[in-house]
């Protein structure tokens, strides 16, 4: 299976905006459950937002009300706009791609950098 691969991360001020990008191949993605997870330096990695097949969403508590997460499923594309940024939403944030029980594939990450 191809990866998918993630675009968008940079480096941005707090009280910014950056959109994430997440693009898959369209046999696996129509089939997905597409999510977006952070991995901070010393830390484990977490879950940040989950969106179903059909649209369904989930965000972490830390998220709530400044990021929102999207799939254009004519694109195999999945985004993650992230508002109001601060220090702690710094990481490498990975596209994971979900199928059932037996598929399940990582992108390379995209490394976000707030400061203060």
């Known amino acids: 299976q191809v990866r998918p691969v993630e675009s968008g991360g940079g480096l941005v001020q707090a009280g910014g905006s950056l959109r994430l990008s997440c693009a898959a191949s369209g046999s696996i993605f129509r089939l997905a459950t597409m999510g977006w997870y952070r991995q901070a330096p010393g830390n484990q990695r977490e879950s940040v937002a989950i969106?179903?097949?059909?649209?369904?969403?989930n965000y972490a508590d830390s998220v709530k009300g400044r990021f929102t997460i999207s799939r254009d499923n004519g694109k195999n594309t999945m985004y993650l706009q992230m508002n109001s940024l601060n220090p702690e939403d710094t990481g490498v944030y990975y596209c994971?791609?979900?199928?059932?029980?037996?598929?399940?594939?990582w992108g390379q990450g995209t490394q976000v950098t707030v400061s203060s």
């Open positions: 969106i179903s097949l059909t649209g369904n969403t």
């Open positions: 994971n791609v979900l199928v059932g029980r037996n598929v399940e594939l």
